[in-house]
């Protein structure tokens, strides 16, 4: 019964949605969030009315997970920065050179089928 009641709401708010999302006001993840549906039923709704959605639409959304966004206590960021010194200290840093013989090697092995 729900799902009716949201699928009468995107139809008969269509002209909202297409106004939207074609302003470039709203991504599709902010309308359905705001609808309360999954991001492809907006798609959906979109190609099924005509509308063209852009490729990539979806990386507009931020992610929970963003670094930027995340905040630390004071005390977390003395630690984490203690253990990078040590750390620093500790790592020793090598440099490759990559020969010829080594790249026939890579590529001999790339050929190769995969089969267990």
Known sequence: MIKRLVGARIKKEKDIIIKMYQSGEKCIAEIAGEYG??????HRKLR???IPVKRGNYKSRVSKYDMKERKFSPELMAKIKENTLINNAKIKHVKFER????QKL?????????IG
């Open 106 to 114: 890579v590529d001999n092995i790339l050929s190769r089928p995969i």
């Open 99 to 102: 020969s010829t013989e080594d």
């Open 48 to 50: 099924k009315w005509g």
């Open 37 to 42: 549906v999954a991001e492809s039923n907006i």
